[in-house]
């Protein structure tokens, strides 16, 4: 009985002893287990990358906006051909028969008017920024020139006189200006030349009070100044038809002796 009963507890003790070697084995594999659930967790934080990709829509769109705005912002002056020198108030959106449209408004503060202006429309229109200051230097050296009239009739004169003043180009206007004054010592002018010349000398005067941050009396001054300076301003009309008459080409001549031939005629 004795030898049976150690026989026992060794059997029993052996058990244990290779119990606790299994047991180590079994635990490496429930600590690997959090492995898929790693994995798992690992996966959502791909998505962000999926997400990122409509957010390059607004940039295009904004890209659209800016070229259709052509680079013009709310506040700033710009000139208007068919109205002269104005500034934008706002850009604002309208809808049009179920279509979104986005506008430019403008007001003519001298005019007392507001005009919208659709933004894709405005090199259709031929809306521009304000002039350079070497241009309106330009334009003013203009002034100084010698003034150049067709032989035409006044009507057909006053219609290129209006195509240039309704251009926007300042140099244009400028012409107009220069061929349209009249000194104290020269002929009056009529209703018709009167009107034109000062729709010029408005729009002119207007874009070079703005450019240089000045009134519009002022740039008035300088522009009267300038003309003052052209040559044979206030010349006798017997000069200027003797001048006209050694001109070879004989289209056109200075505003004296357009003057001095319409009197010739008249007699």
């Known amino acids: 009985m004795p030898e049976k009963t150690a026989k026992t507890a060794a059997k029993a003790a052996a058990a244990k002893t290779s119990a606790a070697k299994v047991a180590p084995k079994i635990a490496p594999k429930s600590v690997a287990a959090p492995k898929p659930a790693a994995a798992k967790a690992a996966a959502p934080a791909a998505a962000p990358k999926v997400a990122a990709k409509p957010a390059a829509a607004p940039r295009v769109e904004e890209k659209k906006v800016v070229t259709q705005r052509q680079g013009f912002k709310a506040n700033e002056f710009v000139v208007y051909p068919a109205h002269g020198v104005g500034q934008i108030l706002a850009i604002e959106e309208q809808e049009i028969a179920g279509a979104k449209l986005e506008l430019f408004v403008i007001n003519f503060m001298k005019d007392k008017m507001t005009l919208r202006v659709p933004t894709a429309k405005v090199a259709n229109v031929g809306m521009r920024k304000l002039s350079e200051p070497a241009l309106v230097k330009k334009a003013l050296e203009t002034l100084k020139g010698r003034a150049r009239v067709k ?39 009529s209703y018709s030349e009167r009107q034109l010349y000062e729709a010029a000398l408005d729009r002119l005067s207007r874009e070079i009070a703005v450019v240089q941050h000045s009134t519009e009396t002022e740039a008035v001054k300088e522009i009267e100044s300038q003309l003052a300076k052209s040559p044979r301003r206030g010349a006798k009309a017997e000069a200027a038809e003797g001048d006209a008459e050694g001109d070879g080409d004989g289209d056109d001549l200075d505003s004296d002796g357009d003057d001095a031939t319409v009197a010739d005629e008249a007699a």
Do not use: C, F, H
């Open 151 to 189: 032989r035409t009739m006044w009507s057909r004169r006053a219609q290129e006189y209006e195509a240039k003043i309704n251009s926007g180009d300042i140099v244009a206007i400028a012409e107009v200006v220069r061929d349209l004054y009249r000194s104290e010592s020269q002929p009056e002018q």
